[in-house]
């Protein structure tokens, strides 16, 4: 079994023209780092796929302050406009040819997170709140998923 951890950025700055550059706010910056240190107690993540958009790229690195990932890549599947149902294929892809990494993060956006969650758990399609994981557990060898629930921060 393995464990795929979905999680939605930390609050960023308002909209603006360039969507790929807005930044995380200072409260994103701690809701990012609260959720890093929560996922290193509850589920020692070691495999992170994320956007390459920087307010995902922020979150992504408080959570590396309390985990150590033995694969990470910049996923251009995982941005907020990108097809939930190709981005899991991949993820799946991924899966099976890391057998040795068992516990899986995806930093992403809006609504791809949510869409996420749906393809692997038809039915669920949590509203993922800033900073948000959503935890499911997966079976590479029949593909099935259990949806364990979504965890948000404090703050």
Known sequence: ???????RHGEAG?????DAARLL????KVQAFEMGKW?????QPNALLVSPYSRAQQT??????SNEFAYTETCNDVIPSGNASFA????????SMNEA?????????????SYMVDQLVPGEMPIFPTAGVAVIEY???THKSTYKGLHSPSC
Not at 60 to 65: D, N, R, Y
Not at 101 to 113: C, E, K
Request: include cysteine; proline fraction near 6%.
């Open 1 to 7: 079994m393995k464990t795929i951890l979905i999680m």
């Open 14 to 18: 308002p909209m603006q023209a360039d």
């Open 25 to 28: 706010t200072e409260r994103g």
């Open 39 to 43: 996922l290193s107690q509850s589920y």
């Open 60 to 65: 992504a690195e408080a959570v590396k302050q």
């Open 88 to 95: 899991v294929d991949y993820l799946e892809t991924l899966i």
């Open 101 to 113: 990494l068992d516990n899986w993060l995806i930093v992403a956006h809006m609504p791809i997170v």
């Open 139 to 141: 079976c590479p060898r």
